[in-house]
């Protein structure tokens, strides 16, 4: 199971008890909680959780390059492909909430790959409300369509790895339209 939970195991079951104070099993729950997280970083198709990564980027040919994972918490190393290195502050300055790396007094060179360390996403307690207002409708949508004996259900066993199964049509238009602010569509250059 996921250990990166869009929303607290108690908070997911508040909400739900607010709505319906139906009984909730705890482990049916956990399971939901760790799916439908992982399925919200999957439809807005971005990392919500602080996660450090190191990428290459190519460069802009203008002062401004837009890294695919935001908001920028830190930028730790810029490196280009010869070995020169940039020093947040001094060489380039970060918009945080856009992903931008804004190159002071130049621009990032066409034809240079630059190797970029960061973190990026939110720390768990930073994380939107409406992020996690959409993990709650979307688990109470999930859990009110499913008997107790469908949510989870080892389907399978191969190898000695059980494959759970999920029932899901997609989230409601309430929970697409709750992160349709984050949703990311945009086309990064990078080299492998």
Not at 26 to 53: C, H, M, P, W
Not at 104 to 133: F, Q
Not at 164 to 180: F, H, Q, R, T
Request: glycine fraction near 8%; include cysteine; hydrophobic fraction near 40%.
């Amino acid at each position: 199971m996921s250990d990166r939970l869009l929303i607290s195991h108690d908070d997911l079951l508040a909400f739900l008890k607010q709505k319906d104070n139906t009984g909730y099993d705890d482990d049916q729950l956990k399971v939901l909680n760790a799916y439908i997280s992982g399925a919200v970083e999957e439809r807005i198709k971005a990392t919500v959780l602080a996660t450090e990564f190191i990428e290459d980027y190519e460069g802009t040919g203008d002062a401004e390059m837009i890294l695919y994972n935001y908001p920028i918490i830190e930028v730790t190393e810029v490196v280009d492909d010869i070995g020169n290195s940039f020093v947040s502050g001094t060489d380039f300055r970060i918009i945080p909430r856009s992903g931008i790396l804004k190159l002071t007094g130049g621009s990032w060179c066409h034809n240079t790959y630059y190797t970029i360390t960061y973190k990026a996403g939110y720390e768990l307690e930073d994380i939107p409300k409406s992020i996690k207002m959409a993990v709650c409708l979307w688990a109470g949508e999930l859990f009110n369509k499913l008997d107790s004996k469908t949510l989870g259900v080892i389907s399978n066993v191969k190898f000695g790895q059980e494959v759970i199964s999920y029932i899901n049509d997609g989230p409601s238009e309430a929970v697409d339209k709750l992160l349709k602010g984050f949703k990311r569509s945009m086309v990064v250059t990078t080299r492998s």
